[in-house]
């Protein structure tokens, strides 16, 4: 099993419970800025990633706990490349270590709300896109893992495990921030190189097009979350988060809404472009405007949207004049 984890500097547990419930610690002294996180830690010499993740749970939540499976992605903190195991606890809680204030079950949402209260932005971020990535494992493996106390230790670590391995080790899994990061950062490249006539018209529509497909379809080489890639879910998402035209999209189908959300996107590009083609440091500007709006364009395909700008859609980032 550990064998199938992303390599990274360091190591921690995600656990759950039947009933949707995650299990967030509070680090004394809010270390660091975060107020509410998840356990993991560096691994010591001779470590596997296993061994390194169910120590740093067991010392700063008081679980001992066992993997049930891994959670798929590499998530990137402002000093570490950290990956989970998916865990869930075997015994009562003991004491807590010096370096955790306390801990708490919680709801999805709730997390959501608390891990919200960290001050490191990059760390916040990080948990958020954690949250977000055990939330969709949860909707997809859940039922089966955690439907209750009869279910033998053998049949948790059955079918669903299985098939949990296999989207962590696939390097197009859509339920990984970096997936979709990398993604959407190819399109915006041929999006601005088309603005600055090094691609043609017809290359930005094949790689939007590609990109469509990639979200909606099965048979791309990527792996979408079934429960995410939907109408209802990432559709309608889509439609709030880029203005779309809600009673127009009613009822279509996720390629025509992906479709559209797209082709706004990219017309907040041209329209970035236009207004700082005069400014005195009209490149830095634009660079910066298109960066914002790559992040945002992310978090809305990931889901994570409505806690890493709240509020915002894309007028937001759109330049003063095409906004009013």
């Not at 921690?12 to 995650?22: A, C, M, N, S, T």
């Not at 700063?60 to 499976?69: H, K, L, N, R, S």
């Not at 998916?86 to 010096?98: F, G, H, K, T, W």
């Not at 932005?121 to 055990?134: C, E, H």
């Amino acid at each position: 099993m550990a064998g199938a984890i992303a390599k990274a500097s360091a190591y921690g547990g995600i656990l759950l419970k039947e009933g949707g419930q995650i299990l967030l610690r509070e680090p004394s002294n809010h270390y660091d800025g975060y107020v509410w996180t998840f356990a993991k830690g560096r691994p010591e010499p001779g470590d596997t990633p296993a061994v390194t993740a169910l120590r740093e749970v067991r010392e700063e939540t008081g679980y001992q706990a066992e993997i049930i499976d891994v959670l798929p992605g590499l998530f990137h903190g402002g000093t570490t490349t950290n990956a989970y195991f998916i865990m869930r606890a075997l015994e009562p809680q003991s004491a807590l270590d010096s370096e955790t204030w306390a801990t708490c079950w919680v709801t999805f949402q709730e997390a959501e709300q608390l891990i919200g209260q960290t001050k490191n932005t990059i760390g916040r971020q990080r948990d958020l896109a954690v949250l977000a990535a055990a939330r969709a494992w949860f909707e997809q493996h859940g039922a089966a893992c955690f439907e209750g106390a009869t279910r033998t230790k053998e049949a948790v670590q059955g079918e669903p495990v299985t098939k949990a391995l296999a989207l962590a080790a696939e390097q197009h899994y859509l339920g990984s921030p970096d997936v979709v990061q990398a993604l959407m950062a190819s399109w915006f490249d041929v999006v601005i190189d088309c603005l600055a006539q090094t691609a043609t018209a017809e290359q930005r529509h094949a790689r939007m097009v590609e990109l469509v497909r990639i979200m909606t379809e099965d048979g791309t080489g990527y792996t979408r979350i079934p429960s995410w890639h939907t109408e209802g879910a990432l559709g309608k998402a889509l439609i709030t988060a880029c203005n779309l035209d809600a009673e127009y999209d009613q009822g279509e189908n996720l390629a025509l809404i992906v479709s559209e959300a797209l082709t706004a996107i990219d017309s907040a590009v041209r329209e970035l472009a236009y207004y700082t083609v005069d400014a005195r440091d009209g490149a830095e500007q634009f660079q910066q405007r298109t960066g914002e709006l790559l992040s945002f364009a992310v978090a809305v395909f990931f889901g994570t949207h409505e806690l890493l700008f709240p509020g915002k859609t894309l007028v937001s980032f759109k330049p003063p004049a095409a906004a009013s």
